[in-house]
């Protein structure tokens, strides 16, 4: 309790707020439009960024019609932004 007129002393440590999760920039060279799926939901197109990436390994699908689907894993540690390069190839 503080009475009118007393002096309080009051120590805090304040700590910044790192964000836990993160950004992908996924790229396709010369092939736009590809859906961009991670773990099976689709994310957007690429070329494009995916954002709120939680850490953790996530499976990371590029698909385009007339392309075969390229897929990479991600070993995500969070807070900052990655960046993964598909090479997409037409299917025959």
């Keep these: 309790i503080v009475v009118a007129g ?3 002393r009051i ?3 304040l ?5 836990q999760t993160g950004g992908l920039r996924v790229n396709t060279p010369g ?4 859906e961009i ?3 099976g939901e689709h994310k957007g197109n690429a070329p494009g960024e995916v954002s709120g990436l ?5 499976a990371v699908e590029i698909r385009l019609k007339g392309y075969k689907p390229e897929r990479q894993r991600l ?8 960046a993964l390069t598909f090479k997409l190839t037409p299917t025959p």
Excluded: L, S
Aim: glycine share 10%; net charge positive.
């Design 6 to 8: 007393q002096q309080v």
């Design 11 to 13: 120590t805090a440590t």
């Design 15 to 19: 700590a910044a707020q790192i964000p």
């Design 31 to 34: 092939v736009k439009g590809a």
């Design 37 to 39: 799926y991670v773990d």
């Design 54 to 58: 939680k850490p953790g390994t996530h």
């Design 75 to 82: 070993a995500w540690e969070g807070r900052r932004e990655k």
